[in-house]
């Protein structure tokens, strides 16, 4: 059984640019989530994909985005990148049906902005 | 509104002694619990769950918690502590409701003195 992978490991951008984050999902599995973790901090979740449809949104703005797609892999979209997200996104993937029992976590990517 | 709040952000012990690791939740559903260790430069790993079965639960490295509802509390603990225990350490809160997304504590970073 694979786990979660996520590309690539570490990116540095330029305030402006837009990135695109990509996750795996653990077989089996058939929602991903993402979260932002700033240095020091405790993980904030972005969003929820299940079957390649948005389930839920935290506290993030609309240049946020993402994708799922049939084979439940995700993309995160950040557009006009901004200092301040500069952080570690970590994807996690689980079986909603299950949901509250297993949440399995990539090991992240580090996005710095300059 | 549903909130973690971890009581110590740094614990330090030496190598062999017990560990303790507070949690306090707030909810207004029913939650399922978890504990989560974040080691260097690396992913979230699963140590422990709660989801309204036992409310004294076993994990991974011999780390246990329980649940006390009188108390909102979700305290981890292990009798004897490794230097490889050395890490992060968050408690998590989800429902088992909508996006089921997790919310994190701002984490405790424990250290293991030899």
């Known amino acids: 059984e694979t786990g979660v992978t996520q590309s690539p490991t570490h990116l540095i951008k330029t305030r402006g640019q837009q990135v695109t984050l990509r996750c795996s999902s653990q077989s089996g599995h058939n929602t991903v989530s993402w979260y932002q973790q700033a240095l020091g901090q405790g993980p904030q979740f972005i969003f929820q994909?299940?079957?390649?449809?948005?389930?839920g949104r935290g506290n993030f703005p609309p240049r946020f985005s993402g994708l799922q797609f049939p084979n439940y892999s995700s993309e995160l979209n950040v557009n006009a990148l901004e200092l301040d997200d500069s952080a570690l996104y970590l994807c996690?993937?689980?079986?909603?049906?299950?949901?509250?029992?297993?949440?399995?976590f990539g090991s992240g990517t580090r996005l710095t902005v300059v | 509104a549903q909130s973690v709040t971890q009581l110590d952000s740094h614990v330090s012990v030496s190598e062999g002694t017990p560990v303790l690791l507070r949690c306090n939740y707030s909810s207004s559903y029913s939650p399922s619990l978890f504990w989560y260790v974040q080691h260097p430069n690396k992913g979230l790993q699963l140590l422990l769950k709660y989801t309204s079965a036992a409310t004294l639960v076993k994990g991974i490295n011999g780390f246990e918690a329980e649940f006390k509802k009188s108390e909102t509390s979700f305290h981890l603990t292990k009798p004897s502590a490794h230097m490889s225990d050395a890490a992060e350490y968050f408690c998590?809160?989800?429902?088992?409701?909508?996006?089921?997304?997790?919310?994190f504590g701002t984490g405790t970073r424990l250290t293991v003195i030899p």
């Open positions: 994909y299940y079957r390649e449809e948005e389930n």
């Open positions: 998590v809160v989800t429902f088992l409701t909508g996006a089921n997304n997790l919310f």
């Open positions: 996690a993937s689980s079986s909603l049906t299950g949901r509250g029992y297993g949440y399995t």
